[in-house]
């Protein structure tokens, strides 16, 4: 059993940052799987953002948000980050964290076994 609970979403301006963060519990468990990022704006449907392996060596981000997100992690602290920077308002969502037993770094959701309950990011012009 996986728990992942996401921090750092609030209220930014258009082209500036914001840096959330997702926790696990496991630590043991944590290294060996690779974790996302999903968003979803209302009326919207899930989308991916971007993935990271177990390792942190490979990552893969989806065309929407390539050079302006980062995903990376910190498994000694059993955490999973994005940064967001030059934010627009489409941008505007409810962000995922997910994980992967499997190490695999998959786009849809299918493929991802533990979610988080979400944080809220709003981009305003």
Not at 5 to 34: D, K, M, P, W
Not at 64 to 81: L, P
Not at 106 to 114: F, Q, W
Request: proline letters at 2%; a positive charge.
């Amino acid at each position: 059993q996986v728990h992942l609970v996401e921090s750092g979403g609030g209220l930014a301006q258009a082209g500036g940052s914001l840096r959330l963060s997702c926790a696990a519990s496991g630590r043991t468990s944590f290294s060996t799987y690779a974790m996302g990022w999903f968003r979803q704006a209302p009326g919207k449907e899930r989308e991916f953002v971007a993935a990271i392996s177990a390792g942190g060596g490979n990552t893969y981000s989806a065309e929407s948000v390539k050079g302006r997100f980062t995903i990376s992690r910190d498994n000694a602290k059993n955490t999973v980050y994005l940064q967001m920077n030059s934010l627009k308002p489409e941008d505007t969502a409810v962000y995922y964290c997910a994980a992967n037993g499997r190490n695999f770094l998959a786009t849809i959701r299918a493929s991802y076994d533990y979610w988080g309950q979400g944080t809220q990011v709003t981009v305003s012009s």
